[in-house]
């Protein structure tokens, strides 16, 4: 990198200090950049107040566990460091604008000892980014096209999807397939015995006959909004099951809906290109749990989307 | 990071530029370092002088190709690159040295777009690195010692393990796993059916009644070095099996060594705890290999080893 | 169906008689109706002469014996059959066009016993059909696209796909997801392993440096045509292995080439949306072994498409 | 098919018509001829009245949409249809005979348009048959012999075994396999994990200690006589678990039993070769379950079956 | 064997007899020796008194049933033999010592039929055998190391991990390559699906939150201990649930403690090397079921184990 | 054991003498009667003269390596000691008759130390046995009727199939299911992945157009007998290929044998109830490969099984 450019405000908490985005940059020798050997967690604000800060940093935690990474801070100093970086960012935010905030641990720096790098432990960084409203306020508004592609979720023998790490070429590489003939197309793909599992940090829901299901969580990230969206059901009176469910039961779903930290709940418009139920984006249970969600979350998160259509 | 500290004297490429390594560093949100979204290659040199550099760029590219990522630069031009690292950082190396040389492309950065980092393309990075000469003397001394954990090898219907990529997770928590109990263990993993794979970066051969099996290429990087030892073999006029090789092979074998850029050839001593054939390290078949490899590329590599130790 | 209108000329053999194609029809308990409890076998002609008539009548026999369905003929009728259905349809074909011919054996009808039906034993058919050489042109000419649905191939263990039988199912309802995004998409599914196995009717070639890789004959059909491409590719020098592929191979492929009965080679532009090697279609390999197609056949079938383009 | 001969009685609704049986015939190039590209389903009546009409028509929707056919026809006009069907042939049946109702859609005919078939869309067919009452009163009487062949159930990522098809091929094969040694047998396969799994047209329940387990119906079709099953239970207030069962629950089975459309439930006397429990012929859990069928659906079936024998 | 040598004074029941240990002694061609032709079970005394002899025994006859041994006596009669086998060795027991009680039955010896052997019908064998107190003291007092190897338990559609037969080589091998780099390492296999399955004859649990997670039985073992540990929870008020648990999960686990007859409960310390939870030994729901299990047994048996330390 | 009834005159070696069969017992702790915790080999004589003992005894000591038994015995003593048995029984053998010659050794004997068996390491066994060839000889006068179960051969991730090992429960309980319908059936198991594997010690070739195949020597013990055949199909100049082959290959096998030690070559009649080839039993290669195989070992063992018929 060459002279210091033009640069955005926001700040980002690097290694114990508070600084400039653009100054948080790893040395190539980082294992996160040569292995993607590290873990992250991402929440996002409602209103520009955090959501579920704890439950994302509980769930971190048991990514570095997994992946036998020592952050070199305990939870609570991690939620007070996320608290920090968001309120040293949140007057940059407009009235209809909400963060992303992420955490980010990697192993630290394979290094001879001779670069020059002063630090080599794990490079932990805490950092915001504006939600992407605009890009994603059509599927909003139309539903999202869920494909499903060949390749295979990582089975959890290999590396288990439950620890959300740094290593997402298994869901890249499967998302490239799924757009290549519909560049708007969503990929959710299927564990090793042909169950659906996740897309990119999103779970999915059937509903059918006035019920829900959702696969088991041994085959996919324990997703907070999914956890929402089951408490939720629940509050509601609306029957929720854990489940194998695979392509005959999204076939005959009355209604698909995605969950993510981003969209919160997205309802689904096809699946592989056949109009789910009657075609109604969002059915009459997405709908629902929508609006709980709004209310939960106190936010609503649909009419923010669409501003922003 | 704060103030830059005192640094080696390498340099290395980084988007165009001959910089000091420790200008190399990239903003954290680069794909690489948030996903692993990269591939790599790394080739080593023997008395100065780069090992099958073209053979290795080829393998750069197809990495490249299966994750559809762009390089903007022809394979002439990255060995062209890689040779100017080197003499660019050669004159640093003692006499019983030698080098890494290194190959990484990132698929760019995530950018919101106001950052203010200049480049977000591919980060494009080629350096070098002495080798671990003192590190792994005693493995060519002693014989390394096999452990195969529980942890499988990533199927290739979800990533392929041809493909050299920044994705190392699975084989970092296998290798964990093996060396927990013995530090000084090196793993094999299992494949998805259960034969043998391959390490980190290192592929297996087996000895048996004065013919040699390395298991087939689909659910292991195709090595160069592995390449190197099979047309070496055929020179011999050892003859070589590519086929699926277990733990029954494994224990009945005569020899078991292992090929890697670094190591080229080092022979094996224990195969989970058992003393691998009459225990002679190495057997007559690895000597036989690992002298033709001395002689193929003109460089005492076992002494340059054992120098260090 | 109501009182009989307008039909064609051509005529088909059913159970012994040689009768308009229009009375070619079968009770609705007939099993291949009911279960697709039948198997069948297609070749084509070139120039009005079919095309490795005994070869496919062989396969069929093998269909049929691991179905245990006894046609109540011999090969040698069979073929007879097939010749004589052609010699009664030849003349409403136009010089430009071929047939298919088809034989089909169902293993009969499911009966009480008092429907009225005269023949409940095997339901025996030999048909031919003009070849669908307008709807296939453009794919001669521009290559075809080929997409992976993520349903697998069926098990050898479940249904052997090396039997041609009327269960297609599986095969149809893939080829549905595959183009729900893109409806000119050629559907090549897996194999319960991941690796590329076949599409409907039609087997799938890989070239790399000049060599031709073909999935082994276990988890697909043992096509007529694909043999003649491995057999060509013999005659013309060209290594050819048959071996386990999987999508690393396909998007490092210089090459991709489908062969089936009624397109005998053609080139494949696209693989899961990216351009197949440089994108010249066809290839030069794909070439050589299509102008070595055509001499063996003496029938230019690519000038043929491309005049019905 | 050449002169007519004498027949039946019995009517059939054909796309939009009803005629005399044997005049339901379709041509060859009709899509579930060529390929079992349909779906079906199939009641019973008790004492001629229907049994479960709704839920049998609800699942052969759910088959339909699984294979994206369209039947041009509401799942109430097909109610309607089968009810007339019904009523056009019920007088035909002595008093304790009664009838399966079948409705089957296939996709519709494969032609080249000039065959003179008027109709081409879905061929929709709705028929009625007598129970093999006379057939099956052995096994009444003495109970099953289940038979486990070494043929696997066809994996749900290839094709669903929760549709009801017309590509039967798997359970056919296997079953012949089942009734090679033993022309009584009756096959349940195993699923692609090993557990038991579902036999043609049938599902299987196991007992012991008072306790009734039958497989996950994620591997099965989902049987009406199943469901019944399980509701009857839950009546009685007998415990049934919906879960993996293998091998190893079925030797230790104190009663098994199976239910189908035809049989609703019926005793098995052994499995593999061993006699079930202590033998008896009901055990006294399917006894119970037998008579809680027999007042659900106000018919005696057992005694009707043992009259024909 | 030549002269007998001086003895123990335990007796055994053996083929309707009770004799010395030391006379229990089998033809070379028992079909147990010779093929692991037999199942076993084994239950433990407290205070010199049975436990559960009746729950060991039914699941004993379960695993002879599922092999087709008919041992030629009633469970009531094996239960009989078993008291009167502790009953005719309990006076040999020091005040701290306790039994395992053991019943083994083989299918009988293949004979010639010349080889003078009276007996060749099943060989029945009820033994008793001190505790191994002194050796397994150290886990009760430090904890259990976990390692998890790599060999796979053997899959239920080939041999049942239910049925406690005389084949143990799959948990025999595993155990070795588990031991070889750590000789006090406890192995806990995976199952084919790659879940944590069990240990030699030892059932694993973890604990999350406060609940406690264990495998389904399907792939293990179901143990008595397991059973009462899960009785006991349950008491105990603590939620327990039979799941598919992998490494994620006890990377993850504040506590797991294994099941098993001779250890009733004992703690682990480390799994795969790693510090379970914070280390306490036992952790805090381990020492609560523990504290019941004492309870329910009258016997305080990590006393017991610590008095041998 | 009471009294020492009457006997035969054979002697066994059994831990360093020469003893009467009758008194070769062991303790009931040997581990090979406890857990199959042994591995044994067989071969048979030839007019009296032992087959290919090397060729076994190496056999033996890599299954002895792979479970790390140590037989304390080198391969040319135990060789010696197999001959030694031979001289020692051969007197009592008929002109027609031959025997089978054993060589077993378990791992030793679980004891508390006071049991009073003098000898508590590996039990060493050689020990001969007339060959069964009465019972046999109906098999080789018609064929064998050949029938695949449903349970699958161990998966060499569990136990490999290559070791010869005193774990024969999966073959057994495999074998009972194949002979619950057909007494006469010989069992051939499918391996984890659905191809044909093996039956109880011997092992299964198909032949198809002059052609001959046999599963690959992963999931099947390498047989002596096999690879004699393998051993004159080169010599007889007969291609023969090893692959995984199936049952779409077993059904269209022209004739299929199975070899084994005491078989040699024994065609097969039926395959899963149909008739194999033609129906020629043996059909014209198997008789060139029988014809071979006599000769090789100078000894019609196809009038000798059938003189005792």
């Not at 992407?132 to 290999?158: C, H, N, W």
């Not at 590396?159 to 490239?176: F, Q």
Request: hydrophobic share 35%; charged share 25%; aromatic share 10%.
């Amino acid at each position: 990198m060459s002279a210091p450019p033009r640069s955005n405000e926001r700040v980002a908490y690097f290694n114990g200090e508070y600084v400039p985005e653009r100054e948080v940059v790893v040395p190539f020798r980082d294992r996160s950049f040569k292995y993607g050997d590290a873990a992250f967690d991402m929440t996002r604000t409602f209103n520009h107040r955090p959501f579920k800060l704890r439950e994302h940093i509980d769930r971190f935690y048991k990514s570095l566990r997994y992946l036998r990474i020592d952050p070199g801070l305990s939870p609570e100093e991690m939620i007070r460091i996320s608290e920090e970086v968001l309120t040293r960012n949140v007057h940059l935010l407009g009235p209809d604008e909400d963060y992303w905030i992420g955490q980010r641990v990697s192993r630290g720096v394979d290094a001879v000892g001779d670069e020059g790098w002063q630090h080599t432990g794990p490079n932990v960084i805490v950092e915001c980014m504006p939600l992407p409203l605009k890009q994603r306020a059509r599927q909003f508004r139309d539903g999202v096209d869920i494909v499903v592609p060949a390749v295979r979720r990582t089975s959890p023998d290999a590396l288990s999807p439950r620890a959300k790490t740094h290593n997402y070429l298994n869901l890249i590489t499967a998302d490239m397939d799924a757009k290549a003939s519909n560049p708007q197309a969503w990929s959710i793909l299927l564990d090793v015995n042909g169950n659906l599992a996740e897309g990119t940090g999103s779970n999915i829901f059937l509903v059918q006959d006035g019920e829900i299901y959702t696969p088991r969580d041994q085959f996919v990230l324990p997703g907070v909004s999914r956890q929402t969206a089951i408490d939720l059901a629940a509050q509601e009176g609306i029957p929720l099951h854990q489940r194998d469910v695979d392509l005959y039961d999204a076939f005959n779903a009355d209604e698909i809906f995605i969950t993510s930290t981003s969209w919160c709940i997205v309802p689904a418009r096809t699946f592989n290109g056949q109009t789910i139920g009657n075609g109604a984006v969002p059915g009459p249970i997405t709908k629902r749990l929508t609006d709980a969600y709004v209310r939960f979350v106190d936010c609503d998160f649909v009419s923010q989307y669409l501003k922003h259509a």
